[in-house]
Nanobody, 120 residues
Framework: EVQLVESGGGLVQAGGSLRLSCAASGLTFDDYAIGWFRQAPGKAREGVSC????????YYADSVKGRFTISRDNAKNTVYLQMNSLKPEDAAVYYC?????????????WGKGTLVTVSS
């Protein structure tokens, strides 16, 4: 079965950095776009970033542009989200998701999430 496993979450101070990883299995990794989404308590799930299957295209929510960078290592079946200059409003459970194309709203496969906490 398809599995997406996030890691790298934790507690970081505002202004700090964190790198999330999404390890995929059960799918042909380089055929899939991988996106990152987040959900804070009491809020809807929000699309954060996405990278196309070829890594030729990347997308970022306006709220994270210039601070977050998405990348992929197809040899490792892993996508990363480098998060810099973290703000308290970045605190959320972060999920990675896979589909043939990036979507702001819906993806076919989802991980279980990793918690990012940002202290001020």
């Amino acid at each position: 079965e398809v599995q997406l496993v996030e890691s790298g979450g934790g507690l970081v101070q505002a202004g700090g950095s964190l790198r999330l990883s999404c390890a995929a299995s059960g799918l042909t990794f380089d055929d899939y776009a991988i996106g990152w989404f987040r959900q804070a308590p009491g809020k809807a799930r929000e699309g954060v970033s996405c990278v196309s299957s070829s890594a030729g295209s990347t997308y970022y929510a306006d709220s994270v542009k210039g601070r977050f960078t998405i990348s992929r290592d197809n040899a490792k079946n892993t996508v990363y989200l480098q998060m810099n200059s973290l703000k308290p409003e970045d605190a959320a459970v972060y999920y990675c998701a896979a589909d043939i194309k990036c979507s702001k709203f819906k993806m076919d496969y989802w991980g279980k999430g990793t918690l990012v906490t940002v202290s001020s």
